[in-house]
Nanobody, 121 residues
Framework: QVQLVESGGGLVQVGGSLRLSCTAS????????MGWYRQAPGKQRELVAN???????NYADSVKGRFTISRDNAKNTVYLQMNGLKPEDTAVYYC???????????????WGQGTQVTVSS
C-alpha cells in the first residue's frame, strides 16, 4: 500500500503565505506526476498545480505568479508554496500522486486526506 500525508494548512490573513507538504510512503518503486488539488465549500475539486518527474510544472490561471510547486524525489515529497493568499483560496487542499509500487508493472493515482487552508479578510 501507499499513503500520502499532507501538512502545513492553517488560518492566515489576506496577503499571507503558507507552505504545504505532502510525503508519500510505502512500497514505492517510482512516482510520476504529483499535484495539488483543492475543493471549496459547494464547489467541485479543481487542479491547483502539478509537476512531472522531470520538474515540468502547470498551474491554474487563478494561482499563477502566486503559488510555486516543487518536489524532492529523494524524500518522495511535493511542496506548494502559497504567497499573496486571497479569500478565494480558502479550500481543502489535496495531494495527488501517480505511483508505481514495487512488484507492480503499472502506476495508479493515490490521494492524501486533505489539509484545510482558510484565508480571512
Amino acid at each position: 500500500q501507499v499513503q500520502l500525508v499532507e501538512s502545513g494548512g492553517g488560518l492566515v490573513q489576506v496577503g499571507g503565505s503558507l507552505r504545504l507538504s505532502c510525503t508519500a510512503s510505502g512500497s514505492i518503486s517510482s512516482i510520476n506526476d504529483m499535484g495539488w488539488y483543492r475543493q471549496a465549500p459547494g464547489k467541485q475539486r479543481e487542479l491547483v498545480a502539478n509537476i512531472n518527474s522531470g520538474g515540468g510544472t502547470n498551474y491554474a490561471d487563478s494561482v499563477k505568479g502566486r503559488f510555486t510547486i516543487s518536489r524532492d524525489n529523494a524524500k518522495n515529497t511535493v511542496y506548494l508554496q502559497m504567497n499573496g493568499l486571497k479569500p478565494e483560496d480558502t479550500a481543502v487542499y489535496y495531494c495527488n500522486a501517480d505511483v508505481r509500487r514495487i512488484g507492480v508493472l503499472f502506476g495508479r493515482d493515490y490521494w492524501g486526506q486533505g489539509t484545510q487552508v482558510t484565508v480571512s479578510s
